[in-house]
DNA sequence: CCTACCGATCGGTAGG
DNA sequence: CCTACCGATCGGTAGG
């Protein structure tokens, strides 16, 4: 299944569909419909309904982890390593809320193996943060904290960002970025006394 | 419709389907065949598939809403307030992860005049916790942060955990709940210079 | 990308 | 709470 334009355009709507109404909630024709073709006609360019899906979980899941892995490059200690982490989760999230929705919300109806396989990637990505808050206590530079617990309450809070967050509100994305950024970091530094 | 044993059985294993497949991908029949009953008699107890989803979704959040009173009655400065508010709602989460789940992540699928009520009391609800965290600030008790932005970052946090906990995991609900109060204390406290 | 069509399943009702 | 049934819609295929 290449890559077309056509096939772009599908996942975009579908992107904004799965979004707004849920996965499950959305059929093929819905998402035929708002590209004014007809519901079979879909199937000349996607395999089936779950093919759209995993298009763009794996596309999100691969941005995250690409973000990832260029925030964690530079080393300059726990705090900000995680600074780092942070900015450029919310900023993979901000890039696109509709996609970034779905991945967060729609990948559990992914069937087996794309469930299991999505699954792992979060798994290893939430790994990462949590050896990352577990090696910042370690050195001191951060609060003694259960990182299973903190990397699940940051994670949370973060992906929170595609659910509520209105790029045409009251709240820039780069202060969005700016202000998710000194929650995080304080939520694991020692408050002063 | 008033609430008997049945109805009661009806609403718990709904929120368990709910809460594994989503709303809109459990079917009645589904529901019905946990109960083993035929699917139409469900229709003897309930009158529709979304008066379940009411039921459950208005159920908890009267829970967060009385729970939230009784957090704030006591006034003994911002940050208690803030302390016993998280404490509170997290026990509500914990008190039935199938329940919140589908609080936290169905209620969309209501339809009018339900949607809006519930998004009403959602918002009264999100109010509060800004104005406390606004109150907090101009008190000097917390860090400078827009309100919203940290209102939304800490009722992500809160709510996730209705996603990820395991009871049969290996954090006590205690645990939980004091880890989250500190996490989301020190996330609104000027850190240590 | 279209028309025509498929079997399966959906939420819900009638009438006991 | 059951049997029998309803019209609507579902994801998807055949054959152009």
Redesign the interface.
Same mark, same amino acid.
């Given at each position: 299944m290449v890559e077309t334009a056509r096939r772009r355009a599908i996942e975009d709507v579908a992107s904004a569909l799965f979004r707004e #109404?849920?996965y &499950? @909630?959305t059929s093929v024709r819905d998402i035929a419909r708002a590209l004014d073709i007809q519901g079979a006609s879909l199937y000349a360019h996607v395999a089936s309904k779950e093919d759209v899906l995993l298009a763009i979980v794996d596309r999100v899941a691969t941005r995250f982890e690409e973000a990832a892995q260029e925030a964690l490059a530079v080393d300059r200690g726990p705090v900000e390593r995680l600074a780092r982490l942070v900015r450029a989760h919310v900023e993979v999230v901000l890039a696109d809320l509709d996609q970034s929705s779905v991945f967060v /919300?729609e990948w #559990? /109806?992914l069937t087996e193996p794309n469930h299991d396989r999505i699954l792992a990637r979060r798994d290893a990505y939430e790994r990462r943060l949590r050896d990352l808050i577990a090696d910042g206590t370690r050195a001191g530079a951060f @609060?003694h904290? =259960?990182p299973? &617990? &903190?990397a &699940?309450? $940051? !994670? *949370?809070?973060l992906?929170? %960002?595609a659910?509520?967050?209105r790029p045409d509100g009251? %709240?820039a994305p780069g =202060? !969005?970025a700016d +202000?998710?950024v =000194? $929650?995080? !970091? #304080? *939520? !694991?530094?020692? +408050? *002063?006394?």
């Open positions: #109404r849920g &499950a @909630a /919300h #559990r /109806h @609060a904290v =259960d299973t &617990a &903190a &699940a309450f $940051l !994670l *949370s809070a992906n929170g %960002i659910t509520w967050y009251p %709240i =202060d !969005l +202000a998710f =000194d $929650l995080a !970091l #304080r *939520s !694991l530094m020692e +408050a *002063s006394p």
